[in-house]
Nanobody, 126 residues
């Protein structure tokens, strides 16, 4: 059983930056595919980014490419989302997710991830 705990959300002006952290416990962090999803107000959850197990590839949804990056700290079992150039449309609850054995074609599907954090809010003002 893997437990995920996000932190680092908040209110920021457009153009600002935030770093979300996701602390993982209870699993073999290096072997997990880690990701971020978000749920804007009144909308469905959507894929943001994913990092296939340590040393693997990273993937981003088109709307955040060039602005958001993900990174892993294996020593701390922590996964990060570095969100730069934030826009009002980035306002959402951001969820850290984890799973094993996720094939490339399923990376963007919420159902592919077994473990979810509680979520942290990012609000971007214009």
């Amino acid at each position: 059983q893997v437990e995920l705990a996000e932190s680092g959300g908040g209110l920021v002006q457009a153009g600002g930056s935030l770093r979300l952290s996701c602390s993982a416990s209870g699993g073999t962090f290096n072997s997990l595919t880690m990701g971020w999803f978000r749920q804007p107000p009144g909308k469905e959850r959507e894929f943001v980014a994913a990092s296939r197990r340590s040393g693997g590839t990273t993937h981003y949804t088109d709307s955040v490419k060039g602005r958001f990056t993900v990174s892993r700290d294996n020593a701390r079992n922590t996964f990060y989302l570095h969100a730069n150039g934030l826009k009002p449309e980035d306002t959402a609850v951001y969820y850290c997710v984890a799973g094993s054995g996720i094939i490339l074609s399923s990376l963007r599907l919420p159902s592919a991830y077994r473990y979810w954090g509680q979520g942290t809010q990012i609000s971007v003002s214009s």
